[in-house]
């Protein structure tokens, strides 16, 4: 008897065992930081553009490589700066000139993202920027919505919600200049403040229109299209296990972080602990 209970014990076990082995392992979840920020050279894309100081200044210098030895901290495996690339690789070829550029280009792509990735020895950059191209809709079409405000007497919601963003920017150009850059990044990484001035901002673009035309309808759903595109091209460069800074104009975060947070196989990691730390040991430097 008690060698038949051994046999179908052992049995079981075996069956086990099978089942087990059989059952598929969870990969390892991508871990995705996002660092929103103004851009360092202002190019002048924006409704609204920022006053920037110059980022090639040995003070900004400085408090952009503390910066980066903070982010270099969570050690990412992959850094994505929001550049337009090629596939199936989504290489930035620019990143061979990192030496170069980081003398010459006050932009954040080279100032953050080639600094980064070199100091952690990364092969590459990666671009996951989306344009539209031929065929493919107008992303942000504010100059429809503009008009149709007009036509329908709608013009007053646009400038106060414009009003609003040019108070702010002025608010942030005069504190700037006494701010380390991380301190300067804090207000475009705080993900309640981030949403709440998205939600503003775009939503209340939805009531733009007639009915029949919905130019605000419009550019909240191409707005999303871009970004969900950004993603997709984020998910095409990632392996499981990979932590992938993603550096990217505050006016995508909200969304990037949507996506992070939403999208199965995805963990949102919050930047805010990196620029304190950054800021924190700036300050120190300084005094």
Known sequence: MR?????????????????????????????????????????????????????????????????????????????????????????IEDFARADELMTSSRNETVQIGFRLAQQLGHDAVYGYDERSGEGEPDYFPIGKVQK??????????????????????????????????????????????????????????????????QPGAELNAYWYMRNAKMFGKIDMIVEPGDRVLVIAGSGHATWLRHFAERMPGYELVETMPYLIGADTKSEAEAN
């Open 3 to 91: 060698c038949i209970k051994g046999l179908v014990g052992a049995v079981g076990l075996l069956a086990a065992t099978a089942v087990n082995a059989e059952e598929p392992t969870e990969p390892e979840p991508v871990q995705v930081m996002v660092l929103g920020l103004y851009h360092f050279d202002n190019p002048g894309l924006d409704v609204v553009n920022p006053t920037i100081d110059d980022m090639l200044a040995p003070k900004r210098q400085r408090e952009i490589e503390r910066l980066v030895d903070s982010l270099a901290n969570w050690a990412p495996t992959k850094v994505a700066v929001e550049n337009e690339a090629s596939a199936p690789s989504f290489e």
């Open 148 to 213: 149709s405000a007009a036509e329908n007497g709608q013009s007053a919601i646009i400038e106060q919600l414009l009003d609003e963003v040019r108070e702010e920017t002025a608010q942030q150009d005069a504190q700037r200049e006494q701010q380390t850059v991380a301190q300067s990044l804090i207000p475009h990484n705080d993900g309640e403040q981030l949403a709440a001035k998205h939600d503003r901002l775009y939503y209340s673009l939805i009531q733009i229109g007639d009915g029949d035309a």
